[in-house]
């Protein structure tokens, strides 16, 4: 399957639907904070309408790293 070639057969409601969760989705990342923030990604956050520059929230390096170093462990 091509990527991308659903997009051909949604009508205008499915596509703005898609659009809107896409959205959403980014919106919901970029705000997240503390340890749920895992990526700063403002190239993908610069897709939306407004133009925001967050300022992440992220623990002290100490519980940063340590918390960094579990997620790593828990892929072994």
Known sequence: MKLDSDLQAMD?????????KLR???RAQRDQKGH?????LPELWSVLP???QPQ???PEWSEFIQHCAAFR???D
């Open 50 to 52: 407004e133009k925001v």
């Open 73 to 75: 462990k828990s892929l």
């Open 24 to 26: 959403d989705a980014i």
């Open 36 to 40: 749920d923030l895992c990526w700063y």
């Open 12 to 20: 205008m409601d499915s596509l703005r639907a898609e659009a809107q």
């Open 56 to 58: 992440p929230e992220v």
